[in-house]
């Protein structure tokens, strides 16, 4: 059991946390406790909460659950309504409640209205995570505009929290900032229709906590479109965190009889710091979110041609370029951006998604033959939800777009977004993907998103709806990518936006993996996976070998490029065609070598064990089932220094280990080897190292 419930008191138990709250005499939810496991219900029985009224309303003094805009509340609210009679707030009282196994739900309804908002927690006992979601039910006939309606609310005893999120752009992804919350409120958000580069969907909420060491609390959001998240210091000795859609610039008229449903957040505690935070959610992420028949599958290392040919897509050539990949080991061939309709620049083509004639004279198939004949599957590129102006799809459909009517329109990157609030752009984007995946043999899909949505307005939808748009394009998408997977469920699909714009728990369940960033210098890399890792699984961090970091900028060797792409979903996207025979003899060992250490590096455990935000070592760690793979990169080598240790994390202490380091074979004990650390001959910068250790007797994984 996980969910008590006794008089007016709700506890929730997973296997290491418990998660309390409780209705007050004033019939107001009011938040008890989060932390490590309290397993005695009684203790929480006998807890009240003092609250003097003074000058200072009362109801913003409690650590509500569910606190709604109006009455005299001045805090930040996770929900707001405005009735038909220009009424603004919502007085509940609790009218219900029901355990069912893991499932918690409390009815509230207002006392006079009639609005039901019903709020949802699942605990996932298991995996330490509590999962809240709201509903909201318009029970009477006139329409209630929710203006606001935020998955979850969190309370946080005292103050000094740290925060972490990121600040990043296009090719600066998941770029980390962490700062220390005042008085006032702290706000990450995204108004871009995308969950985009600016911030993650999320909170990381500790006090000095450390990779290994500490109390971290933390929450995802499963929402691909504009998110906010909102932590305020109250004047209360409590600190207020809201996450979910967006409120600025959103309304959503329930009509009479009408459900709405929020997306769900995922939370946690860790008090094993942002290590154990990661392992928590990772692993919670396999198990609960991907989707569940392709999750246990290992992702194939895929050879993507983007960063060689960009939009000069031929089919000579990429036969060319598929005979290099097979040889380097990719099991996967995928052709990106320019192969259809006009497509020669980002100028033109998007929407026309025929095989460009001059580019394949005799369609896709002598190309998806010849990388099958080469042992490979063969994937590829689409942008569904945009359009550029010259193309024969807005040339029929001028009023498919977002826009303004009166106003001339905005492009990004030369392209506008199709409206999927209209019933006809989904069926045509279904449509053609469904041809083009039934016409040719695909495994595999790159779903990629280039501009941000502006101008929310469009031919298809009323005025007073048009501050839902932002909403409805997200619930498009989802259509469109639950549908496809039904159609075509041995598909792979990547969700990629102007690279990793679209990592977030929504996409996750719908896709297989991440375009974690189009910034593929390994160094940039570095940090970018680094912080990508706080709260996303290695398996969905797509990362390839490439080009970059060969330039004047600098030039960092092969393998330590390898080694970098190694920590994730393994891909290559050099230009093969220009590769020297070394190169391609040190490229295969690391795919071969990837190959075996895939299972580990997939499905395994991650520690981060030194940053490379710190210090010039860089070391990380993946394990599962006996074996161990650490990978240790030098950033900078420092003077008069070429050994570097390096301590494994997570070993048994009296199990032996299997060991190869620097060309000598070691077998030493967990203890040794954690305690005492591997020590590392490290002679330049960026060297770098992948070692395997396998707990002796245990070779399997
Ligand atoms: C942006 C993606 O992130 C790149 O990988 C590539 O697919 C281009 N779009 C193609 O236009």
Sequence with gaps: MAVFVKDKLFVLQTRNTSYAFFQDEEGILVHLYWGRKIADLQDFETVTMEGEQGFHPNIDKKREECSSYGMMRYKETSLKVTYADGVRDFRYRVKDWTAE?????????????????????????????????????????????????????????????RSINCNGTWNDDFKPFEDTLCAGKKVYESLRGATAHVATPAFIL??????????????????SGNFKVVAEQTPYDYLNVQIGISDTDFIWNLKGGERFITPCVYAGYSCRGLGGMSNLLHRFAHSCVMPQATKDKPLRV????????????????????????????????????????????????????????????EGLKPLIDHVRALGMDFGIWIEPEMVNENSDLYRAHPDWIYRYQTREVLEGRNQYMLDLTNQKVI????????????????????????????????????????????????QGFYTIIEELRRNHPDVEFEACASGGGRVDFGCMSRFDEFWTSDNTDPLDRLTIQETYSLLYPPKYMRAWITDAASNERRRVPLLFKAHCAMC????????????????????????????????????????????????????????????????????????????YNVKPANLEENARYRLTVDGKELIKSGAYLMYHGIDLQLEADFSSRCIRMDKVGSKDV
């Design 101 to 161: 196994g893991e499932h918690l739900k409390i009815v509230l309804e207002d006392i006079c209205y009639p609005l039901r908002i019903t709020l949802h927690y699942v605990v996932h006992e298991e995996e330490d995570i509590i999962e809240k979601w709201r509903e909201a039910e318009n029970l009477g006939q006139d329409n209630i505009q929710l203006e606001k309606i935020f998955s979850a609310e969190f309370t946080l005893p005292g103050e000094g929290y």
């Design 568 to 643: 994730g979903a393994l891909g290559i996207g050099m230009n093969l065609n220009r590769i020297n025979e070394a190169d391609m003899e040190l490229l295969k060992e690391c795919v071969a070598l990837y190959k075996e250490l895939r299972p580990v590096v997939q499905f395994g455990r991650l520690t981060r064990l030194s940053t490379c935000r710190k210090g010039p070592v860089h070391a990380l760690q993946y394990d599962k089932a006996g074996t161990a793979v650490l990978f240790v990169f030098l950033l900078l080598k420092e003077r008069g220094k070429s050994i």
């Design 302 to 361: 895929l050879y993507n041609s983007w960063e060689a040919t960009t939009f000069d897509v031929e089919c000579k050539k990429q036969m060319e370029l598929a005979k290099k990949a097979a040889e380097a080991g990719a099991e996967l061939f995928v052709v990106d951006d320019g192969w259809f309709g006009q497509r020669s620049s980002d100028h033109l083509g998007l929407g026309d998604w025929y095989v460009n004639p001059e580019k394949f004279p």
């Design 206 to 223: 500790h006090k000095n906590a450390s990779e290994a060491a500490g109390e971290v609390y933390f929450g995802v959001l499963a929402y």
């Design 427 to 474: 069926d045509f984007i279904i449509d053609f993907i469904d041809r083009l995946l039934s016409e040719n043999e695909i495994s595999y899909i790159k779903w990629d998103m280039n501009r941000a949505l502006g101008e929310c307005g469009c031919a298809s939808l009323p005025p007073e709806e048009f501050k839902s748009i932002w909403l409805r394009h997200v």
